[in-house]
């Protein structure tokens, strides 16, 4: 190979080539498992706190007696399910978010909105997306809201669902993820878009005008505001599939289950744990845009929004 070939730049990934999208599938995986896995102690906090409102005076004195009782392991408790299940998730939902995005806004409906692409295309995504999540979210909870625990690791867990309810056991919490998850990431998406539109056209200069580094501190901005309105929104759904993966009794079908459940808190208790929520999932969507779109710079690609 001569020099001349050498000093060539390296060719980019085509854009909505197979290889674009499956990258950015890969950019989700490694945007999602950790940034969930990383908030374990949050998630773990707030889901018992859902389950049963006195259990913790508070998340500060939670932490604290499950450090006190069970060490940094005990905080983390349910790590690895969140790993596996959303490392999955992560590249479902931006690997298809792509996919949709450039099906429905290029080749089917060109002539619509910008808004109602990225919802319907977030929409598309999150619904695959959480079938391949909906197992390993099943045994977190269960895990994570039992005391004593319902299972010690992943692999236990699961072996003990599907010996007990078979793998159906696994997916009893599907249609109340859904509707948790997908409002969440139509609300992830859309926000996050429309926001980093905003925040160039307020700048004053097109995206191109600005470094790899500038756009990804764009992104972050972007997506803790996204991060704030997904919290809110999905907080209900959130503290259903809690409830139902802890205390819905077999054989009950899942509408009865929920009519049950919400009987028992009440509305005001489908807000249980909202603060901490929004602390976890405003930080977990800025540094999950973050990362994703620093992988897509470092593959030579444009970050995500302000077209």
């Known amino acids: ?89 992560g590249g479902g939902k931006y690997g298809f978010y792509e996919v949709f995005k450039y099906l429905y806004g290029e080749k089917m409906f060109p002539e619509v909105s910008k808004p109602i692409i990225f919802l319907g295309a977030s929409a598309s995504a999150e619904f695959l997306a959480d079938i391949a999540l909906c197992p390993f979210e099943a045994v977190k909870v269960r895990m994570q809201t039992t005391l004593p625990p319902f299972a010690h690791t992943m692999r236990e867990g699961i072996s003990k669902v599907v010996a007990k309810e078979g793998y159906a056991g696994l997916y009893k919490g599907l249609y109340p993820l859904w509707g948790r998850q997908i409002p969440y990431t139509m609300c992830k998406f859309a926000t996050f878009e429309t926001t980093v539109d905003k925040i160039y056209a307020t700048l004053g200069k097109p995206k191109s005008a600005y470094n790899g580094l500038q756009q ?6 972007g997506g803790y505001i996204a991060g704030i309105a997904c919290a809110v929104i999905s907080h209900p759904a959130d503290v259903m599939v809690s409830k139902l ?28 744990g909202l603060p901490v929520r929004i602390l976890m999932i405003g930080t977990l969507t800025a540094f999950q845009w973050l990362i994703y779109d620093s992988f897509k710079v470092a593959l030579g690609l444009p970050t995500t929004g302000g077209h």
């Not at 706190?49 to 500060?60: A, P, T």
């Open 245 to 272: 993966n802890s205390d819905r009794k077999p054989g009950e079908g899942a509408g009865k289950a929920m009519s049950r459940i919400y009987g028992n808190i009440g509305f005001t208790g489908l807000w249980n």
């Open 1 to 89: 190979m001569s020099k001349i070939e050498n000093a060539l730049p390296k060719p980019k990934i085509e854009l909505y080539s197979g290889k674009y999208f499956a990258a950015c599938a890969f950019g989700g995986v490694i945007a999602c498992g950790p940034t969930h896995t990383a908030v374990t102690p949050l998630d773990l906090v707030k889901t018992r706190r859902q389950v049963d409102s006195k259990l913790y005076k508070s998340n500060l004195s939670a932490w604290s007696m499950i450090y006190r009782a069970e060490g940094l392991r005990g905080v983390f408790f349910g790590w690895s399910p969140t790993f596996v299940g959303y490392c999955f998730q």
């Open 216 to 221: 990804t501190g764009v992104s972050f901005l």
